[in-house]
């Protein structure tokens, strides 16, 4: 080599100042609080959840920090936790649903059509329900991830899809709660009451905590779940890594639409009969939890305890005004407001450089 | 003279009407480290790509220790031991370093919890990387669970290449690993891949970094127009040369090939 070529000499000797090594320094209190939030993300909504039960239960006392009170909360966010669940998963990879609310609905009334107007039994009928679940989540799922159409549009089409083959199927007839309370009071099961203390529990809500608890730990501590991370963090780096991206979606959204028809199970039992008119709030009030819960909408980061608290944030808030006898408005606006304030504090977080 | 480790006959691959490979040969011998220099357009992509899987080729043959093989999927090659690092890096931000290391291949934990349930053994794969990034100097804390997106430049190349040398057993294909890095940086990934060669691994290495390119390299496979034009040992030849047979200019002697 030439003279001129080694100008890169220079650097050769000095070796001492180790910049390619992994160091954690001390920094100041707020970076501090950045990293274990960074690290943490189920911790913001989990200090608004505590929060604000403390702020209503200082303004309302034994009416609103009661186990009753509490618990009802539960049982009025059951429906939307469960589909937070299925939302999470779908925004964890990048993607939205906008069918989670048409899956759900249509869950149950499927549940409830196999048994009164076929007479198929009820155990049957509802596997045949989750079955139908799932498949709808799997047509969301063909469409993404093999003919590569964006989420938003899929859902879009497939929630007026099946929302309207929901109405054209079931007739738009009601089963009422005292039918299915007489021949198949299975399709209730969900909504099976039993209290502890004061604390009054429904099978659904138990159904909600473990599921929860047991997606946190499948995206945890298995394989598939570091893949979901990874397909919604950078699909490309994913598939070069060796992730099979296309399952993984596919699978995604298989599971999304069983745990919405799951969510349609537990429907039948909060609202006692099957009614193709409801759950219609489910798809915003999901994405809500989720957003709140700290998951960010750009995939790959957030953790799905966090929706489920988010989802008993926004059960806070609607008990908690309802209580103190504000206009129902108040939760929207302040709902709207902790939506924004959740998004500006992920930007926050994700600022690791500083 | 001992038998290439990777070697390619006659590798023919067009897109359309374009010819990217064009009846090219490619050799590798056992722990040496080849630099692929070539124009942008040359195809030294697309012969790469066909070594590594990611490309099928139409025509040509690829032998890996002498026997033929046919990759149809990057994770083909993966398997038979040839590793690539991608310029892109190919590794999630937002998860642990351990876990970028492991992407793809996770290590179950044994007995019914990993069999059952299929929970990873996250011990094991934090020892393991934390191991392999300790033998390449690149370990200097225990934090194995940093997220990527917190690392420099140089340290997530490091990670790159510390993942490719703890499952390349064979071969490790290095693209332009110094291209996005600063000076200083760069030399620490220079001296990465020379331990990764001192190791017993061979390398190829795609750069358009001359002085890197000839500092590090045994012999440079010059590409040109879809082919291979020659192979030049770096001390017989200056980096004008090299540039000169790359770009055309010049013709290289018949016995360089």
Known sequence: ?354 | MTTPILSAKNLVKRYGRVTALDHCDFELMPGEILAVIGDNGAGKSTLIKALSGAVVPEEGEVYLDGKRVSFTAPTDARDAGIETVYQTLAMSPALSIADNMFMGREIRKPGIMGKVFRQLDRKAMEDFARQKLSDLGLMTIQNINQTVETLSGGQRQGVAVARAAAFGSKVIILDEPTAALGVKESRRVLELIQDVRDRGIPIILISHNMPHVFELADRVHIHRLGRRLCVINPRDYSMSDAVAFMTGAKEPEPQAA
Not at chain 1, 25 to 34: A, K, L, N, P, T
Not at chain 1, 118 to 126: F, M, N, V
Not at chain 1, 237 to 244: E, H, M, R, W, Y
Not at chain 1, 284 to 307: D, H, K, P, Q, Y
Request: glycine share 10%.
């Open chain 1, 1 to 354: 080599m030439s003279k001129s070529d080694s100008y890169e000499d220079i650097v050769k000797t000095r070796r001492e100042e180790n910049f390619a090594e992994f160091q954690d320094e001390d920094h100041g209190f707020m970076h501090r609080v950045q990293h274990t939030l960074h690290v943490t993300p189920a911790l913001v909504p989990l200090i608004v959840l505590v929060i604000s039960i403390i702020v209503f239960g200082a303004l309302l006392g034994s009416r609103f920090f009661s186990p009753f009170a509490l618990t009802l909360i539960l049982q009025q966010v059951q429906i939307v936790g469960i589909v937070a669940a299925a939302q999470s998963l779908i925004i964890l990879t990048a993607g939205i649903d906008l069918s989670v609310g048409a899956i759900t609905v249509i869950s149950s009334v499927v549940m409830g059509q196999m048994t009164f107007r076929y007479g198929i039994p009820p155990a049957i009928s509802i596997v045949i329900g989750l079955a139908f679940g799932t498949l709808c989540g799997a047509l969301n799922g063909l469409l993404i991830s093999r003919m590569k159409l964006p989420p938003f549009i899929v859902t879009l089409g497939t929630w007026q899809i099946i929302l309207a083959s929901n109405y054209l199927y079931s007739r738009n007839e009601t089963i009422r709660a005292q039918d299915i309370e007489t021949t198949a009071p299975l399709l209730q099961f969900m909504g099976t009451k039993f209290q502890i203390g004061g604390a009054v529990f429904t099978f659904g809500v138990v159904f909600m905590i473990v599921l929860m608890l047991l997606m946190a730990w499948i995206l945890r501590h298995t394989a598939w779940g570091r893949h979901v991370y990874a397909v919604g963090d950078d699909p490309e780096a994913a598939q070069l890594s060796g992730v099979n991206v296309k399952a993984t979606i596919m699978s995604v959204y298989m599971i999304a639409g069983l745990i919405c028809a799951f969510a349609g199970w537990a429907l039948i039992g909060r609202l006692g009969s099957v009614s193709p008119t409801s759950a219609y709030e489910a798809n915003i009030e999901s994405i809500t939890a989720v957003v709140i819960g700290g998951i960010s909408l750009f995939g790959g980061r957030g953790s799905i305890l966090g929706a489920l608290f988010g989802a008993l944030i926004v059960g806070v808030f609607t008990l908690g005004l309802r209580l103190l006898g504000a206009d129902a408005q108040w939760t929207y606006f302040f709902i709207g407001v902790l939506i924004i304030a959740a998004v500006a504090v992920d930007q926050w977080i994700r600022k690791v450089s500083a």
